[in-house]
């Protein structure tokens, strides 16, 4: 992901009339929703400086039930008009909120429908319940500025606790009701899967241009395939800025773009790289060998292939890297000269340390 000293990364844009948007919820919600009546939304608005991939817009409401005032609000997250990943499903994510809702002791908000009618607001869509808290910021990043920075050490290791055992419970997840994640055209089992899945994104965000290290690191993969990968839930951009907190105790879990059955360790490495300078810049929060044991403790399970599955997370951040500087050049960010050096650098820096080149 972009370091703190890279040019602003082009977020998903809002240039829709919020006003119609917000009249349009509001009839949506009332045939979905009989019973709430004279529903009233505030205003709409956004999530400022997150998300590249999907819109999300954020609303609160009032609205009478079973003949008592209620407060509440909405959350909206719309499919993307230019997909940031290859073969994205807004309903995916509604289906992941959706079977998580019935695990026990996942806090995932709330889903109220899934909308395939782009009549409404321009765009398949989900709604969900709005969860009140606050989520660690990436601009600052929680490590230099915001809530955590600020907290105690103690409450840091709280809400660093409550994190991993969130992360635990996803990842004990049964499976067997998330079939709709099984993707057999792209080989078998759930960690072949999504290895094959970056591929195609590397080929789709290249656009016909070589990148050697990448290269590299995609055969030291295929040739270094652990064989006992374990088919399981995996969240994908598994990270405490996917998640809301209140007192330092996880409210909800967010953010299914990129989920798999690739297996937990897949999470824990990528979690491990999305913590930058957090466990040595904030005191009380948790080292990487912490962050092991504790996810050992609570699933039971042994983390046996970390090495393999950081190289793999420097992989996916390489490829994910050329389409974040292809988006840079399209919104006037960097030129496409320094956004080919930018990705050149991003691209292979991880990965040439990792596999010693």
Do not use: C
Not at 27 to 53: F, H, Q, Y
Not at 88 to 105: G, H, R, V
Not at 293 to 308: C, M, P, S
Not at 318 to 331: D, T
């Amino acid at each position: 992901m972009p370091a703190p000293q890279d040019p602003p990364t082009p977020i998903m844009k809002h240039d829709r009339d919020m006003e119609a948007a917000r009249l349009a919820l509001t009839r949506w919600l009332s045939e979905r929703r009989p019973n709430m009546r004279d529903l009233e939304l505030s205003p709409i608005r956004t999530p400022g400086g997150t998300g590249v991939a999907n819109e999300t817009l954020l609303a609160d409401a009032r609205w009478r039930e079973d003949g008592v005032d209620r407060l509440g609000g909405f959350a909206v997250r719309l499919a993307a008009r230019d997909p940031f990943w290859i073969d994205a499903d807004i309903k995916t994510q509604f289906l992941m909120y959706q079977a998580l809702a019935d695990e026990p002791d996942i806090p995932v908000p709330p889903v109220i429908a899934y909308e395939a009618d782009p009549a409404w607001l321009g765009a398949p869509f989900y709604v969900m319940e709005k969860i009140e808290g606050v989520v660690p910021p990436d601009l600052p990043f929680y490590s230099q500025g915001g809530f955590v920075f600020e907290a105690t050490p103690a409450d840091r290791r709280l809400m660093w606790e409550e994190a991993v055992a969130a992360l635990a419970k996803v990842h004990k997840a049964d499976v067997g009701r998330l079939t709709f994640l099984d993707r057999p055209h792209l080989g078998e089992g759930g960690f072949r899967q999504e290895l094959n899945y970056f591929r195609r994104y590397l080929d789709w965000a290249a656009h016909g241009r070589v990148f050697e290290t990448l290269e590299l690191g995609w055969e030291w993969l295929n040739a270094n395939l652990p064989t006992d990968s374990q088919t399981g839930l995996s969240w994908g951009d598994a990270r405490v800025g996917n998640m809301i907190f209140k007192d330092f105790r996880v409210q909800a879990v967010l953010d299914w773009d990129t989920v798999s059955l690739a297996g937990p360790e897949t999470d824990i490495a990528w979690w491990l790289h999305m913590e930058r300078d957090a466990p040595q810049a904030l005191d009380g929060w948790g080292q990487p060998d912490e962050l092991v044991a504790l996810w050992e403790d609570l699933t039971g399970w042994k983390v046996r292939n970390l090495h393999y599955h950081r190289v793999f997370t420097a992989f996916r951040l390489g490829a994910i890297a050329l389409k974040v500087s292809e988006r840079m050049v399209r919104h006037g960010i960097l030129s496409q000269e320094a956004a080919d050096e930018r990705a050149r650098v991003m691209s292979g820096e991880k990965l040439t340390i990792l596999l010693g080149l």
